[in-house]
């Protein structure tokens, strides 16, 4: 989407649920006339038409242009009714809560295209919300980010930005740039007869500002890693125990536990939280020799995933030790890796000088979590600040920023001309502007709302 793209009098509709079972399902609206139309489909046109913004009305969803007198009834449902500009688009929207079945959505959806609503394309809600005023680009991307998130850390991060943080810490270091460049203006209009050009501003604001400015750079790969998650992979021989602490991480039985070696030939994903940060966590096939050729992919599978690991966990039998192929492995891997003896309960009396737990009782596991957080957040600040960034495309433009306002104390110190200084920190003001969406290209825009969901 992109502004040019935008047609404020074309009503939109789209699913706005999952497609799936469940106790209720939502058909979104918004547009010029979407209320008049939802009406021609209701059962009570006229409590429709009369109702408040902000309200809820009952009614049945019918297709009038059915061939039954009574008009076909589709489903039972309740409408929220949001006047414009007091809804989330800005617009008028009718939201229609149905049963949540895959067939009564659809029914719902169709319906509304049929009766001359275009089917909103992805993040059209948002855009429109956006365009609008009703939303700063910074809270716009949260939307996404928290749709997205997949443990609560995440989404609590994300949180923050949908309620403004990350706006509201731009818009003060702007004041600050700002300041400094109305102190500026001044001195151009009546100028003084200053030592230097820095003594024609307050240096404290503008150290103020690069501070903030690397503050927020240097959040974002604490961020990304709330956002992206880490890949972690186990790997290890066959009946190492990889499926058993696939199952103990995400507390439930996922993958098949056997004897039997080769029981794992392909792999699983799932997600799971370790302490907070999201992992994508992969169940591998056992490293073994085999004649089996789908097995044998399977290894290959196992070997390939491992190269991409942001941390490997190679599992060893804590009875048995590591053995030659174990160590062959081990010293191929490029990538970080923790070396876990498993079945402690088994083994016991043995200790490894590498971690050492049991899936069964649960021994070793907290510290098990601590070695691999220890890995993934190396040279990554997690600790939660203020205000933080949410995307890459935040990350570029806020670096930007931070190069232009250093260079203008730079220039301000070596005495440039106030022409220079005053250009360094409009183009700083320009890059955050595009931060929070007050100028931004048509391009980014439009790559932003393209990765939205339909319905948001
Ligand atoms: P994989 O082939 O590496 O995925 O290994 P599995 O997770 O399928 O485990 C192989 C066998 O070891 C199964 O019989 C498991 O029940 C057993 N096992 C795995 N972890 C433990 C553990 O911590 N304690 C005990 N006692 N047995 C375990």
Redesign the pocket.
């Known amino acids: 989407m992109t502004p040019s793209q935008y047609t404020p009098e074309e009503p939109i509709s789209s699913i706005a649920t999952a497609l799936a079972p469940a106790a209720l399902g939502i058909v979104r609206t918004s547009g010029k006339d979407c209320i008049e139309l939802v009406s021609k489909v209701f059962s009570r046109p006229k409590a429709l038409l009369e109702a408040g913004g902000n309200t809820l009305v009952y009614g049945w969803i019918v297709d009038k242009a059915d061939s039954n007198d009574d008009g076909h009834k589709i489903d039972e449902v309740m409408l929220a009714v949001y006047k414009g500009p007091k809804s989330f688009t800005g617009e008028d929207m009718v939201e229609i809560f149905c049963h949540g079945g895959p067939a009564v959505v659809t029914a719902i959806q169709n319906l509304m295209l049929k009766i001359g609503f275009r089917q909103a394309n992805r993040g059209e809600y948002t855009f429109r919300a956006y365009i609008n005023g009703k939303t700063d680009l910074t809270r716009a991307e949260a939307v996404k980010e928290i749709i997205d998130s997949h443990t609560d850390a995440s989404r609590s991060h994300a949180a923050g930005r949908l309620s403004g943080s990350l706006f509201a810490e731009i818009d003060s270091i702007k004041k600050l740039i700002i300041d400094t460049l109305a102190s500026i203006e001044v001195e151009i209009e009546y100028p003084e007869d200053e030592e230097t050009i820095a003594d024609t501003f307050d240096r404290k604001d503008i150290e103020l500002a690069i501070s903030r400015l690397q503050s927020l750079v240097d959040s974002w790969k604490g961020e990304k890693l709330y956002q992206d998650g880490a890949r972690v992979v186990l790997a290890?021989r066959?009946?190492?125990?990889?499926?058993?602490l696939f199952n103990a991480i995400l507390k439930e039985e996922r993958a098949i536990?056997?004897?039997i070696e080769g029981?794992?030939r392909d792999w699983l994903e799932s997600w799971a939280s370790i302490n907070g940060i999201p992992v994508r966590l992969f169940d591998t096939a056992?490293l073994r020799e085999t004649e089996d050729v789908v097995e044998a992919q399977g290894v290959q599978i196992s070997r390939n995933l491992a190269q991409d690991a942001d941390v490997v966990l190679y599992?060893v039998d804590g009875r048995e030790g590591l053995n030659e192929e174990d160590r062959e492995f081990i010293e191929k891997c490029t990538e970080p890796l923790i070396v876990v003896y498993?079945?402690a309960?088994?083994a016991s009396g043995k200790t490894f000088p590498s971690v050492t737990i049991?899936?069964?009782t649960g021994s070793g596991m907290a510290e098990l979590y601590e070695k691999i957080i220890a890995v993934i957040t190396a040279g990554v600040s997690t600790e939660r600040q203020q205000a933080g960034l949410g995307s890459a495309r935040q990350k570029e433009a806020v670096a930007e920023a931070l190069e232009c306002v250093k260079h203008a104390l730079v220039s301000a110190d070596d005495n440039y001309t106030l022409d220079a200084v005053v250009q360094d920190l409009e183009d700083a003001i320009d890059f955050l502007g595009e931060v929070t969406g007050d100028v931004t290209p048509d391009d980014v825009l439009g790559s932003i709302f393209a990765n939205f969901c339909v319905g948001k």
């Open positions: 290890g066959t009946n190492a125990g990889k499926s058993s536990v056997s004897d029981t794992t056992g599992l498993t079945k309960d088994l049991s899936s069964k």
